[in-house]
């Protein structure tokens, strides 16, 4: 009898699952009410009195064995779902990572700033809600004045006025406030003008906003660095400079770029000129220095502003300026091979 149970307890000892099911029926045959430990204590009462002991102590190894056996196993199978539900099934090929795209206004934007950045510019940011200050009186554009119509305004709050900023030229004047010449920065930023939603216009749109003040900068200079960004661009060296007027710029103009007439979208691109405006510019006015902290007799400066929505439009061919904002994952997937 004892060297059945003592069989047993090797038994048990060898005993290992990681079935449930298994396990269960293991626990019922050692430990269930019909099983081998009742079994063998109900023996007890008829093992003679001098083997009392040894059979007693026998029966108790096995049980605890067998108990112990059951936990360990149960135990092991609760931690292994557990990671299991952490981790999922460790040895399963991994899933591929989906990639995502740059937006057509991020690829244009990088790509200015980068061209500007290797002639030294840094880059400059601004907040959207402006004071009257920094987006119209500093830049020349006193209370009153007419050309102030030529942006229509989003008001926050009146008197104090408190506004979305028409042009990102007010970093310009926060920048200026905050920096002595040398400046050479580049603003780009989201701007917003009450104008009725089209496929040409937007209530909001990006501009990048261009400043470089120090001794000594002429025009000539201004055209150069226009000459050098509209080829690094678009590939693209010819440019003219048509007289314009800007208050926070004199003398100021219009910049284009000359595209070419060689194919049917160049015709409609240019409606048959050849010729595609880019930007507007000019020297930085001295009252606009001057608002700004910086002494006009010392330093000059230019400083010019263009549109990023319309540049991209026109280098990816987009019918119509709502596709940018309307975040249709057919339109913005088809820009995943750019960088
Ligand atoms: N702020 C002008 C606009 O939004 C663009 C502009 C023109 C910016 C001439 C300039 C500039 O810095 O010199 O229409």
């Given at each position: 009898m004892i060297e059945k149970i003592k069989s047993q307890i090797v038994a048990v000892e060898a005993f290992s699952s990681t079935n449930v099911e298994e396990i269960e029926n293991f626990r019922i045959k050692?430990?269930?009410?019909?099983?081998l430990l009742n079994d063998f204590f109900a023996a007890f009462k008829e093992v003679p009195n001098e083997q009392k002991k040894e059979f007693g102590q026998a029966v108790n190894t096995l049980k605890n064995a067998a108990t112990e056996k059951v936990n360990a196993l149960k135990e092991a199978l609760a931690s292994q779902e557990e990671s299991k539900g952490v981790y999922?099934?460790?040895s399963r090929p991994g899933e591929p990572i989906a990639l995502g795209s740059r937006h057509p206004i991020s690829l244009v934007k990088n790509k200015i700033t980068d061209i500007f950045a290797r002639i030294g510019f840094n880059v400059s940011e601004g907040p959207e809600i402006e004071d009257d200050w920094h987006n119209f009186t500093a830049l020349n554009?006193?209370?009153?004045?007419?050309?102030?119509?030529m942006q229509d305004t989003f008001f926050v709050e009146k008197d104090p006025d408190v506004l979305?900023?028409?042009?990102?030229?007010s970093v310009q004047v926060r920048y200026m406030e905050n920096n002595q010449p040398p400046i050479r920065t580049i603003s780009p930023g989201r701007v917003f003008r009450n104008e009725a939603i089209s496929a040409r216009s937007h209530c909001f749109f990006h501009q990048v906003e261009g400043l470089y003040v120090d001794k000594g900068v002429s025009f000539a200079d201004l055209k150069q660095t226009l000459q050098y960004f509209t080829t690094e661009m678009f590939g693209k060296s010819k440019i003219r400079l048509r007289p314009s007027y800007f208050p926070?710029?004199?003398p100021s103009a219009e910049v284009d770029v000359y595209w070419g007439l060689e194919t049917e979208t160049d015709y409609k691109m240019t409606k048959g000129t050849g010729w595609l405006e880019i930007m507007g510019c000019g020297m930085v006015d001295p009252n606009v220095l001057k608002n700004c902290g910086i002494d006009p007799t010392e330093y000059s400066g230019f400083a010019f502003g263009m549109g990023i929505d319309r540049i991209a439009l026109l280098l990816h061919q987009i019918?119509?300026?709502r596709m940018l904002s309307e975040n249709d994952l057919r339109f913005l997937e088809q820009f995943k091979a750019s960088i």
């Open positions: 050692y430990l269930g009410k019909k099983g999922g099934d460790l554009l006193p209370e009153y004045h007419p050309a102030r119509d979305l900023r028409t042009h990102t030229s926070f710029t004199e019918p119509d300026i």
